[in-house]
Nanobody, 120 residues
Framework: QVQLVESGGGSVQAGGSLRLSCAAS????????MGWFRQAPGKEREGVAN???????TYAASAKGRFTISRDNAKNTLYLQMNSLKPEDTAMYYC??????????????WGKGTLVTISS
């Protein structure tokens, strides 16, 4: 059974940094599209960043220049380094994985999320 377990969320002040991790089990991160999504209170879930099995990376406009997605194949773990955080980054952050190498279809597996709260 595929499991994606996020960690690293927390509360920081604006301008600070956080590093989210997503540990995968029964799933090979290196051969799959994986991504980070977030959902703020009262808003729809949105994509933040994704990485294909071929290491092609895509960022949402809100994440470009501040967030970095990466993957450690040996640890089977996905990361999201978030710098220069803003109050509008406050959301539940979810790790997701596809059963495909490209990120052109919906995700098949989801973690339970980790909460990020940014204070001004």
């Amino acid at each position: 059974q595929v499991q994606l377990v996020e960690s690293g969320g927390g509360s920081v002040q604006a301008g600070g940094s956080l590093r989210l991790s997503c540990a995968a089990s029964a799933y090979t991160a290196s051969s799959s599209c994986m991504g980070w999504f977030r959902q703020a209170p009262g808003k729809e879930r949105e994509g933040v960043a994704n990485i294909t099995a071929y290491s092609t990376i895509t960022y949402a406009a809100s994440a470009k220049g501040r967030f970095t997605i990466s993957r450690d194949n040996a640890k089977n773990t996905l990361y999201l380094q978030m710098n220069s955080l803003k109050p509008e980054d406050t959301a539940m952050y979810y790790c997701a994985g596809s059963s495909r190498g490209f990120c052109n279809r919906g995700m098949d597996y989801w973690g339970k999320g980790t909460l990020v709260t940014i204070s001004s």
